[in-house]
């Protein structure tokens, strides 16, 4: 319920934002404003300033921005007006350019929200928990035809660069690759000392649209944290012992332990420690986690990276430069749409999305207040580069499609012929409606495999 609750706060902070770009706009042109709702349905609250209503809306998702003379619309389609009669005040009353100001302007009110977020983050600074950039193949633990193993990679490597650039974590590989599905890449490697260079191309995971190319984090498997009443703490397992032997098979790393949990499939398990510089045995009863997995309620041992420090002008010009860079991305996003991501996975809707604002926020809280805000407000500005985009699109209906129309007028100089409009918009009524369904059936989906 607390996944819901903050995710609901979270996106409606987003659409609050975009609605609210609007409004300001619109008062600024003089386009009379009759209604600003946050959430939609049957009003709950409402008070009244000027000629505009203020509301809260029962249904906590979304909200609305009602300018006057949005129904002229229609009463000129009613009528077969060959014109669309107004007011002073009126939505298409306000010249073409006005309303194209006023169309952008919740969509801008999105991207500087996240441009802001992430100067804030960029300035304040924060730690990064990872792993080293050595990996392990996950073809060495039966994965098949994984891009690293065809490119020549080894269990034990250490990547230093990728496509030129260095690689100091694992984080950073996962960063780099992830962001490079299909496209060819160059790999400097670390080989017991020697450097090595080899070319590879991620596949494209169709679930998610990222890279990957089939590793694992080279984790040495040194006892971090025992989880209170777990298996390895009944069993007397402590912070800084480090398993080197699991029923007298050597390990050398954490993927190498795991697997011989699984392998076990939750008998009890002899495990040699090494602490304090000698050598031990324990035996520990693996219990399963909520997926029905063997597990011993270890944590092991991570690196911590601070990113760089920011000044206020570093940190803005930092802030546009990840902006940038997310909406390059969610550009890309789109074309790899059309070359092998599984729709039903990728494609979310309003309830997964306000479910994942929510477990990213409750997620961070295991490292702390700060990082819970950090997971919260990173994700919101995702959303608001997503939000920004998709509503500058050349659909009818979204401010992008509106945008069109006055383009368009503006253009021509005259005003378009109100049945044209009225078509145009019942398109883009068709296609919203068909990718809200598509969507919320695959919320349905999504939350029934559990």
Known sequence: MINVLIGLAGLGLVIFLHELGHLL?????????????VGWGKKIW???YGETEYRVSLLPIGGYCKMQGEHALLRAWQTKSSRIDVEPGDFYAATPMQRIFVLLAGPLVNFFFAVLVL???AIAGYSIQTFPNRIVLAADYGAENTVAEAAGLETGDRIVALAGETVETFRDIQTVIGQSAQEELSVTIDRDGETMQATLQPALDPSSGAGRIG?????DPVIAEVTEDSAASLAGLRPGDQIVAVNGEPVENSIAVERAISNASGNALSLTLERNGSQREITVVPDYDENGQPRLGIRYEMITRRTPSYGLFGGLAEGVRQAVETLQLTLRGIGLLFR??????ALMGPVRITYMVGEVATLGLEGGIGRAFLSFFNFLSLISITLFFMNLLPIPVLDGGQIVLSA????TRKPLHPQFVYHYQMVGNVIILALMFFALFNDILFFARG
């Open 25 to 37: 706009a619109a008062k600024s042109v003089g386009i009379s404003v009759e209604a600003f709702s």
């Open 46 to 48: 409402a008070t009244r």
């Open 119 to 121: 100067a804030v983050i």
């Open 215 to 219: 590793v694992y984090p080279w984790i």
């Open 340 to 345: 092998g991501v599984d729709l039903n996975q």
């Open 408 to 411: 368009i007028e503006l253009t």
